[in-house]
């Protein structure tokens, strides 16, 4: 992983880039072509959503919020926030390698978020921050975060990466949803729902491997795979803000793996109680990633899904955890999707 200068770079209103992405080198041409994108169309995910505002020494401000259907705060982009404020605080040489977060209030989309960092350990090999992000004066998210220097080991090993078609023969949601909306016999109701979906203006973008699993159209096993990158160019190398947008990524679509079994029952209320990552390589979280999701155990109105994100060269990126409130009520008709 190259060292690579992070510029912080303040607009007029007083907001800085999250992490900055650095400026071309010589390398990059081949890698615009790569991506398919220029720098002109920078990801949103670092213009806006994951853009904090300084107020002071380890305090920050988060203006602008993707709201889910849900119409409360997305937790991935506060975990991704948190994470972007405990970066700011430390050395160039030390790359976040995990973060534990605790969600402890439901956030509120109409008013900004405070992030205060607490620089709890500096060490020669581990750094340690503490995040809270505050509403209303109140923490509505706890997150630890732990950042090491490289290190070289001989010990090296890592699972398999599943064998699933790669994303150039998958359509993308928006694809699968227009199919959907061409159907005759669809309800009027189906049809406000996905046109919602399509107005949401995700900024990533999602190909699932198996659609009908994927949107519970028929049961199956609590698994399912899909491949995902930010929308836009972010670029190579500074990987301080490559795990600030997975971080982001990681909480998409990942607790309703739970739901997958039971066909009969729809989600009645559902909410994240902690979320752990662990990075394991480097990565561009603007490229296609895979990322499998599984659930182990459900029970006691919660349940336990893990994630693995994959490169597609097949080494693993990183690792998530989360366990989360599902509360269900049966399902009373047959869907028409």
Same mark, same amino acid.
């Given at each position: 992983?190259?060292?690579?200068?992070? /510029?912080?770079? @303040?607009?007029?209103? &007083?907001?800085?880039?999250?992490? $900055?992405?650095? @400026?071309?080198?010589?390398?990059?041409?081949?890698?615009?072509?790569?991506?398919?994108?220029?720098?002109?169309?920078?990801?949103?995910?670092? @213009?806006?959503?994951?853009?904090? /505002?300084?107020?002071?020494?380890?305090?920050?401000?988060?203006?602008?919020?993707?709201?889910?259907?849900?119409?409360?705060?997305?937790?991935?982009?506060?975990?991704?926030?948190?994470?972007?404020?405990?970066?700011?605080?430390?050395? /160039?040489?030390?790359?976040?390698?995990?973060?534990? #977060?605790?969600?402890?209030?439901?956030?509120?989309?109409?008013?900004?978020?405070?992030?205060?960092?607490?620089?709890?350990?500096?060490?020669?090999?581990?750094?340690?921050?503490?995040?809270?992000?505050?509403?209303?004066?109140?923490?509505?998210?706890?997150?630890?975060?732990?950042?090491?220097?490289?290190?070289?080991?001989?010990?090296?090993?890592?699972?398999?990466?599943?064998?699933?078609?790669?994303?150039?023969?998958?359509?993308?949601?928006?694809?699968?949803?227009?199919?959907?909306?061409?159907?005759?016999?669809?309800? $009027?109701?189906?049809?406000?729902?996905?046109?919602? *979906?399509?107005?949401?203006?995700?900024? *990533?973008?999602?190909?699932?491997?198996?659609?009908?699993?994927?949107? !519970?159209?028929?049961?199956?096993?609590?698994?399912?795979?899909?491949?995902?990158?930010?929308?836009?160019?972010?670029? /190579?190398?500074?990987?301080?803000?490559?795990? #600030?947008?997975?971080?982001?990524?990681?909480?998409?679509?990942?607790?309703? @793996?739970?739901?997958?079994?039971?066909?009969?029952?729809?989600?009645?209320?559902?909410?994240?109680?902690?979320?752990?990552?662990?990075?394991?390589?480097?990565? !561009?979280?603007?490229?296609?990633?895979?990322?499998? #999701?599984?659930?182990?155990?459900?029970?006691?109105?919660? &349940?336990?899904?893990?994630? !693995?994100?994959?490169?597609?060269?097949?080494?693993?990126?990183?690792? #998530?955890?989360? $366990?989360?409130?599902?509360?269900?009520?049966?399902?009373?008709?047959?869907?028409?999707?």
């Amino acid at each position: 992983m190259t060292n690579i200068k992070v /510029e912080e770079k @303040t607009s007029k209103s &007083g907001c800085i880039s999250a992490l $900055e992405a650095p @400026t071309m080198s010589g390398n990059d041409g081949a890698d615009k072509a790569e991506s398919g994108f220029t720098q002109d169309l920078k990801s949103v995910l670092v @213009t806006s959503v994951l853009n904090l /505002e300084e107020l002071d020494i380890d305090l920050y401000r988060g203006r602008h919020h993707w709201v889910p259907r849900t119409q409360r705060l997305f937790g991935g982009q506060i975990i991704g926030q948190a994470l972007v404020a405990a970066a700011k605080s430390v050395g /160039e040489n030390l790359y976040a390698h995990s973060l534990h #977060c605790y969600f402890v209030r439901a956030g509120d989309p109409k008013v900004p978020v405070l992030y205060q960092v607490d620089r709890t350990r500096d060490g020669r090999s581990f750094t340690v921050r503490s995040v809270k992000a505050i509403q209303h004066g109140q923490p509505i998210l706890i997150c630890q975060a732990s950042f090491q220097v490289l290190q070289p080991s001989p010990l090296q090993h890592q699972f398999s990466m599943p064998v699933v078609p790669q994303p150039e023969e998958l359509p993308t949601v928006e694809e699968i949803i227009h199919q959907y909306l061409s159907k005759p016999d669809l309800t $009027e109701s189906a049809k406000v729902g996905l046109n919602k *979906i399509l107005a949401s203006e995700v900024p *990533i973008e999602i190909k699932p491997v198996n659609p009908a699993l994927f949107y !519970r159209i028929s049961p199956g096993e609590p698994r399912r795979y899909f491949w995902g990158r930010a929308r836009g160019y972010i670029g /190579e190398g500074n990987m301080k803000l490559h795990c #600030c947008v997975a971080a982001y990524v990681s909480d998409f679509a990942l607790l309703g @793996t739970a739901l997958l079994p039971y066909s009969k029952y729809k989600a009645r209320f559902t909410a994240s109680l902690d979320h752990a990552m662990w990075f394991h390589s480097t990565f !561009r979280s603007d490229e296609w990633m895979l990322y499998e #999701c599984e659930s182990p155990w459900a029970g006691s109105s919660r &349940g336990l899904v893990q994630g !693995r994100l994959w490169r597609r060269d097949g080494v693993l990126a990183a690792s #998530c955890a989360q $366990e989360g409130v599902l509360r269900v009520k049966p399902v009373t008709q047959t869907s028409k999707l």
